[in-house]
């Protein structure tokens, strides 16, 4: 029997979501295998992790500008050094699990627990084969410390797999998979009955529009958004998601409410039912994290990208817009001017959702399961 290992780390819901999409197709049609899935840093250190989770969320939160630098200078520099440093620290506690196990296969959605398995790989430690998977539109070095001893990289473009190949990593190594992403995302759902739950009308355009969660907390430009959103126009249905986040949610309604939009503005708290929700929009306003814009791009849909945290959303962002797939909403700009624009705008419209086809990749988890299990 072969024995695979999943390992992520909590560090914003994007790691956790591609390795539960990767588990959960395991299990469905490789159950002979023995699969499981592990927070890497909860099991080494669950002080350290607990701190560091929440160190980041609220960075992310309060003071985004710190989180970006703290990505910027761990791509190199003193910073990048540290973190190097730690992980092989740390390793060694992980290597008691991995003795327990001992797998054939590790999969690492998160860079801190592929640099672990790659440096007891490089001492002897372990034998297993070890794929890292990037769930982001940009790389950063930090993914590939270790690369020597990692066997599989799956990347979401090619850019990034030229990048790759360009820091020296052997280009059988890298394949372009896009990240991995729900099954649910592939199945077909009655348009009718998903409006009519939400008391929805049918010939309206619907934004689905993503609050960012907990990262939203204390965003009042994210409020504001939600406002010129209803205010644009009179035809289009809009379905605010807030997460968990309750103060969100209040807020939300209170600004549906005042415009006297119930109607037409549905407020949601945190929901399973986003592959369905998407399958009856016609446009994604939210924060450009890895997995909302995965599921994005597999469903055809157009994003307004909004409040990108610095670092690896900002890279995102910049992506999309290149690629024609999304508008980076900034500071100055009028969402008001720009949504209006889009959505008169047919042309440009069929555009961006052909654009987000070609860029999607509904069948990414299938494809790296395939991958790995036939080599």
């Not at 029997?1 to 990767?22: D, E, P, R």
């Not at 761990?74 to 797998?103: C, D, W």
């Not at 599989?152 to 990034?160: E, H």
């Not at 010939?203 to 010129?228: R, V």
């Amino acid at each position: 029997m072969k024995n695979i290992l999943i390992f992520y780390a909590s560090y914003g819901g994007g790691h956790l979501n591609a390795a539960k999409s990767i588990y959960e197709f395991l299990q469905q049609h490789h159950s002979h295998y023995q699969i499981e899935l592990i927070d890497c840093m909860k099991y080494v250190n669950k002080t350290v992790e607990k701190l560091t989770t929440v160190a980041y969320r609220e960075a992310a939160k309060k003071a985004p500008w710190v989180w970006g630098r703290i990505y910027s200078e761990s791509q190199k520099g003193p910073l990048a050094h540290i973190s190097t440093r730690s992980n092989k620290i740390m390793a060694i506690k992980l290597l008691r699990l991995l003795r327990e196990k001992q797998p054939d296969l590790i999969i690492s959605t998160h860079p801190f627990s592929s640099q672990m398995c790659s440096y007891l790989k490089r001492k002897g430690k372990i034998t297993a084969k070890i794929a890292t998977i990037m769930t982001d539109f940009a790389p950063h070095d930090q993914w590939l410390v270790g690369s020597d001893f990692t066997d599989f990289f799956f990347v979401a473009n090619d850019k990034m797999k030229n990048y790759l190949v360009h820091k020296g990593i052997e280009k059988r190594k890298v394949f372009v998979t896009g990240i991995p992403l729900s099954d649910k995302f592939l199945q077909t759902y009655d348009r009718k009955s998903i409006l009519t739950s939400l008391n929805l009308q049918d010939e309206k355009p619907n934004i689905l529009f993503f609050g960012g969660g907990e990262f939203g907390l204390g965003k009042s430009k994210i409020f504001e958004i939600l406002d010129s959103l209803i205010q644009s126009s009179n035809d289009i249905q809009i379905i605010a998601i807030a997460g968990k986040n309750e103060k969100m949610k209040k807020k939300f309604e209170e600004i549906v409410e005042k415009n006297k939009v119930m109607n037409r503005v549905k407020v949601l708290s945190f929901t399973k039912q986003i592959p369905q929700l998407m399958s009856i929009s016609d446009l994604v306003v939210t924060k450009p994290g890895g997995m909302t814009t995965t599921e994005s791009l597999a469903c055809g849909l157009p994003m307004l990208m909004i409040n990108p945290i610095p670092g690896q959303e900002e890279e995102n962002a910049e992506f999309l817009e290149s690629k024609k797939v999304g508008i980076w909403i900034k500071k100055e700009d009028y969402i008001t001017e720009i949504l209006s624009n889009l959505l008169s705008d047919s042309h440009q419209l069929l555009e961006m959702k052909q654009n987000a086809l070609r860029l999607g990749h509904p069948n990414s988890t299938k494809d790296i399961c395939k991958i790995l299990l036939s080599n």
